[in-house]
Nanobody
C-alpha cells in the first residue's frame, strides 16, 4: 500500500510560480508511473503531466512549456514545477502513482489547492 502526501499548493498571482511535491511511502516507488491531475470547479479531472519510472514525461497541451514534472526516486518524491501560472490553472491538484500489471495498482494523494489570482 502506497501513501501519497502532497504539499506546495497555495495562492499566487498571474505569472507566478509554485512547486508541488508528492512524497510516497509504503512501496517501491521507483517502479510506479507518477502523475499530477487537476480538477477545476465544474470541470472534469484532467491529466496534467506524467513521468515514467525511466523518466519519460508527458504533458497536457495546456501546460507544455510552463510546467515540469520530475522525480527523485531516492527520496520517493516527485514534483510539479509550475511557471507562468494563469487563472485557468486554478484547481485542486492531486498526485497519482500507478503500477501497471495484471492487477494495476493506483494510489492518490489528498489533493492540494492552487489558486491563481488575476
Amino acid at each position: 500500500q502506497v501513501q501519497l502526501v502532497e504539499s506546495g499548493g497555495g495562492l499566487v498571482q498571474t505569472g507566478g510560480s509554485l512547486r508541488l511535491s508528492c512524497g510516497a511511502s509504503g512501496g517501491t516507488f521507483s517502479i510506479y508511473v507518477a502523475a499530477w491531475y487537476r480538477q477545476a470547479p465544474g470541470k472534469q479531472r484532467e491529466l496534467v503531466a506524467s513521468i515514467s519510472s525511466g523518466g519519460s514525461t508527458n504533458y497536457a497541451d495546456s501546460v507544455k512549456g510552463r510546467f515540469t514534472i520530475s522525480r527523485d526516486n531516492a527520496k520517493n518524491t516527485f514534483y510539479l514545477q509550475m511557471n507562468g501560472l494563469t487563472p485557468e490553472d486554478t484547481a485542486v491538484y492531486s498526485c497519482n502513482a500507478l503500477k501497471s500489471g495484471l492487477v494495476p495498482l493506483m494510489y492518490w494523494g489528498q489533493g492540494t489547492q492552487v489558486t491563481v489570482s488575476s
